[in-house]
Structures are given as C-alpha cells and as structure tokens.
C-alpha cells in the first residue's frame, strides 16, 4: 500500500538534546513537507523540498534542519536551538502543486 | 500575507443535525483544500475547490467556493459521530506549493 509513515509516534527529549523525526513516502511525490501544529493553532510550515537534494525554509525554520537525499524521505533535526520545540509534528507529500497527503504525525514532548 | 480565518472555532451538534463550517480568506484563493484530523492523528483529504463557484460532494459533506474565491463553506448534512473531528482548509496564495492552514474547527457530534 502506497502511503506516508512517520516514526516514531511519540519521542521525548531532554533540553540541550537533537532529536531527528522520520519521514518516508512511497507515493513517488516528488515534494514533501514538515509541519508543526500546536493547540488552538493551525499548522505551520517548517520546511519543504521541492525535489532532492532541495529544500526551502517556510515560516518558522528555525532551531530546525533537514536534508533531502532521497525521493522518498525527508526527515526533520529538532535542534537545540529550538527553544519549545514540544507541538504535534505533520510531515506531507504531493505532486507538484496537487493536494497534500499527511503522515500520521510525531508528538515531540521536551522533558 | 494570505490569512485563512475559520468560524466558528468549535461546533457541538446533536446527532442527525445539519452544520456549515466557513473559511475565509484575506486574498484571492488559487487552490482550497479541506481536511479533516482526528486527534493525535494526521490530516484527511476530503475534498479539493479551485474554480469561482465550485461545488464538490462526498458522502454527506459538500464543500463550496464562492464566486470571488474569498470563502469557502462545509456542510454535513444528517451528522453523525464519525463526523467528529477537526476540520481545517487550506489554500495556496499563487502558484506556489505552499499551503497555508486556517486554525480549524472542532466538531462534536453527540447521540
């Protein structure tokens, strides 16, 4: 079944820590996204990548990194430069300009 | 900046009645996505408007596009508790890949 999975479900991460969430489609999209959501908010985007080995940062980028090596991942480094990085963490893929499907999504709780 | 404001926030509805949520936007919308999120879980595709009076069903939910491409309505009809959730639109401002998200609104459908 062609779809998006993230991993892991749940991470927690003590202050001072980098943290890397995962990011794998097998859909053959060629961009794909990372969002972050937090309560009473919608989502906002991260970073995105266009095509491999290219990304662009959208609106909240920092304290975060990725890296496009390869079609079908795109994984996201919670940096310690993240100063609340706890929030519900959505990555996507489309086609081009097409609709968006989502991973099931990554809770990231700082301890 | 393109804004996507959503009313209303939150929705409490009893079982078999009808309910209308709205996205408004600031700008012209070139592409208005809705989706649907349970908690804790990635976003939904439900349903995708790009022309000035568009209109799209699926199932009980029907999704519109108002002539000047500004607002965008969700209606259920007979709701159910499958309808449960947290319904955001989203919306690209040109010819970008980038979406950007209204707040959502949260739906609750009692017995």
């Known amino acids: 079944d062609g779809g998006i999975t993230q991993s892991p479900k749940y991470l927690f991460r003590k202050e001072g820590q980098n943290v890397t969430l995962s990011c794998e489609q097998n859909?053959?999209?060629?961009?794909m996204y990372w969002y972050r959501q937090d309560p009473g908010q919608g989502l906002r985007l991260i970073y995105y990548s266009q095509i491999v080995n290219d990304f662009q940062k959208g609106d909240i980028a920092e304290g975060y990194s990725v890296s496009r090596e390869k079609k079908e991942s795109f994984p996201l480094t919670v940096t310690s430069a993240q100063k609340n990085p706890t929030a519900f963490y959505l990555c996507?893929?489309?086609?081009?300009?097409?609709?968006?499907?989502f991973g099931p999504g990554t809770r990231l709780t700082v301890l | 900046s393109q804004e996507l404001e959503q009313s209303p926030q939150s929705l409490i509805v009893q079982e078999g009645k009808n309910l209308t949520i709205n996205c408004t936007s600031s700008?012209?919308?070139?592409?208005l996505y809705w989706y649907k999120q349970k908690y804790g879980e990635g976003l939904i595709f439900l349903m995708m408007?790009?022309?000035?009076?568009e209109e799209k069903s699926h199932e009980k939910i029907t999704a519109k596009l108002d002539e000047k491409k500004q607002q965008s309505s969700l209606h259920i009809t007979a709701s159910q508790p499958s309808h449960a959730g947290i319904y955001l639109c989203g919306a690209r401002g040109g010819n970008t890949d980038k979406l950007i998200f209204g707040t959502g609104t949260r739906l609750q459908v009692f017995p």
């Open positions: 408007l790009q022309k000035g009076g």
């Open positions: 700008k012209t919308l070139y592409g």
């Open positions: 859909l053959n999209h060629d961009a």
């Open positions: 996507a893929s489309s086609i081009g300009v097409g609709e968006q499907f």
